[in-house]
């Protein structure tokens, strides 16, 4: 076993078997689920007002009508929710077309964000001057720093704030992306939901993962890990979590309490979550999903991951200290990340265990006993792991894939010859998110262009002029 390539092999076996048993750590953890059942049991005097935040940015007219008619078909009292639209102040082109839905959908509100040099600002400095919890506003090199970055987390912030200073914290803050599609049910999860658990996550569902072959491979991301091992992130608040951006119902107390949003952190998800997890909020997991779109192409799909990554790598760095996390904590925290990071070990695992393998065939191999053993665990724990995921996206397609024979041809295409080479192009937002991280990039937001790929999941109150027919 003195050949480098030998040693280059059981390095990556050592080095896959710690992801396989991370996985199969989180897979044990217990799922905190909504019970969905007692939706209607909740009088209405005990239902929570509910904000839905819409941040957007340049955004397709026809997406966004398509989420309005499926917000419009929210059951749940009216007096009882919100839903504000948040685009930037200089944003012309996206305010006009929400102007013109407000026709049609009379329940929608615009809060336009303006430049942090307005006055109105002062509300969200006040509050982090005297929140200590705010940590990126009291030490490091964001200190006292105003110049947030024109993203979604400042158009969050604003509005958490502006609520806050009319209305005080007696409310729910919900955000979706600009093209999700909610259940009808969704607010009333919600209610349910808050009466146990402190943060709510809805899963979501892809809603085009036969549209090209890049959207079956990004589909299945969500899948594997969002609506699959991320639940199990609940885990009975023994575990830090994060959100996912999307589909979450926050306390606005407890929101104000902890500071709201880190406006520093590439994507708020990671940050937020932890954080709220380090001040002992457990989290609540909403299996009725929200149906998304992912990007059409695998280069879209990475330059979305980039930011994903860089997100991860920020928050998981210095931030959890700042925000009080212990030492085991942390180390606990790190741990989501490892199944991503894992990919990068198919580099060198997938050339070195084909060719140990022709050797196994032809010969014995170079390799003592306990090297076998370790690559068959490996085996067997793949097997397990990716069935597991296999069968999950099987019973998912189901919500978005009615003609069975479509579902067939998706689990073709994600078949695991192909997964694997897909898996060989996660190197590159991994690599790049790092790069992003190391030279502290990645603040402005890079919006992922939508293409209303999911109108066929609404019924039409009206269409816009730009609405192109559907397909079946």
């Known amino acids: 076993m003195n050949e480098p390539w030998s040693i280059i092999y059981v390095i990556a076996q050592l080095l896959y078997f710690l992801p396989f048993a991370v996985m199969l750590y989180f897979l044990t953890r217990k799922v905190n689920r909504v019970d969905s059942s007692k939706i209607y049991t909740i009088p209405e005097e005990q239902m929570p007002l509910v904000v839905l935040a819409y941040p957007v940015l340049r955004e397709d007219e026809n997406t966004i009508h398509t989420t309005m008619v499926s917000l419009s078909k929210m059951d749940y009292p ?99 992306d600009a093209d999700s599609i909610t259940p009808s049910t969704h607010f009333r999860l ?38 699959n091992t991320y639940p199990h992130m609940s885990a009975d608040g023994k575990h830090p979590y994060y959100v996912l951006g999307k589909g979450l119902f926050y306390k606005a107390k407890d929101l104000f309490e902890l500071g709201c949003f880190n406006p520093w952190i590439t994507i708020e998800d990671p940050e937020i979550g ?116 296999y069968w999950n996206a099987w019973k998912r397609t189901r919500l978005v894939l009615k003609r069975v024979s479509s579902r067939v041809w998706y689990m073709f295409r994600i078949n695991p010859l192909f997964l694997f080479l897909y898996y060989l192009l996660w190197s590159v937002p991994i690599t790049i998110g790092f790069g992003m991280f190391l030279a502290d990039k990645g603040k402005a937001w890079a919006r992922t262009e939508k293409v209303d790929a999911d109108r066929r999941f609404v019924s039409h109150i009206s269409t816009p002029p730009n609405v192109p027919p559907t397909q079946g």
């Open 78 to 176: 009216k007096s009882k929710y919100r839903i504000i639209a948040i685009p930037n102040s200089n944003d012309m082109a996206t305010i006009e077309i929400l102007r013109r839905f407000q026709t049609e959908f009379p329940f929608l509100e615009i809060l336009e964000v303006p430049p942090i040099s307005n006055p109105s600002w002062n509300v969200v400095w006040q509050a982090w001057a005297n929140n200590p919890k705010a940590y990126w506003f009291h030490k490091g090199k964001t200190k006292w720093d105003i110049n947030l970055p024109p993203k979604k987390t400042r158009q969050l912030i604003y509005l958490f704030y502006t609520l806050v200073s009319q209305h005080g914290t007696d409310w729910v803050l919900d955000y979706i």
């Open 190 to 227: 919600a209610a349910v939901g808050l009466q146990q658990y402190d943060v709510l996550q809805a899963t979501n569902v892809v809603g085009n993962p036969l549209d090209t072959w890049a959207t079956s491979f990004h589909s299945f991301d969500h899948m594997c890990w969002d609506s």
């Open 274 to 389: 932890m954080r709220l997890w380090t001040n002992g909020k457990r989290l609540g997991i909403i299996v009725e999903p929200l149906i998304e779109e992912v990007p059409r192409t695998f280069r879209g799909g990475i330059i979305q991951r980039n930011r994903w990554m860089c997100g991860f790598f920020q928050t998981l760095s210095a931030p959890l200290e700042q925000m009080g996390m212990k030492f085991w904590h942390r180390q606990l925290a790190r741990l989501n990340l490892v199944p991503t990071l894992s990919l990068l070990i198919n580099l060198i695992g997938l050339p070195t265990g084909a060719y140990a393998l022709y050797l196994f065939i032809t010969s014995y191999g170079p390799f003592p006993p306990w090297v076998v053993v370790l690559s068959v665990a490996n085996i067997i724990l793949y097997i397990a792991v990716m069935g597991q995921a």
